[in-house]
Nanobody, 122 residues
């Protein structure tokens, strides 16, 4: 079992930055692919970014490519999402997730955090 806890969300003006953190416990994250998803009110949960466990391949949604950066620190059992040039449309609850293989499909992830709210004002 892996327990995930997100932090770092908050209210920021458009153009600003936030860094989300995801802390894992229970098992080491080093053998899991990890990802960030987000869900806006009334909408489905969608892929944001992911990083593999081995060669640290990264993948980003087109909507965040060039603005967001995902990375992991296996020594700390942590995963991060740096979000720059934030836009009002980035407003959502952000979730971290983990599973064996990198995927952009939420259903492919077995472990989830509880989410952290990110609100970007215009």
């Amino acid at each position: 079992q892996v327990q995930l806890v997100e932090s770092g969300g908050g209210l920021v003006q458009a153009g600003g930055s936030l860094r989300l953190s995801c802390a894992a416990s229970g098992r080491t994250l080093s053998t899991y692919a990890v990802a960030w998803f987000r869900q806006a009110p009334g909408k489905e949960r969608v892929f944001v970014a992911a990083i593999s466990w081995g060669d640290r391949t990264t993948q980003y949604a087109d909507s965040v490519q060039g603005r967001f950066t995902i990375w992991r620190d296996n020594t700390k059992n942590m995963m991060y999402l740096q979000m720059n040039s934030l836009k009002p449309e980035d407003t959502a609850v952000y979730y971290c997730a983990a599973d064996t293989y990198l995927s952009i499909v939420p259903m492919q992830y077995h472990y989830w955090g509880q989410g952290t709210q990110v609100t970007v004002s215009s």
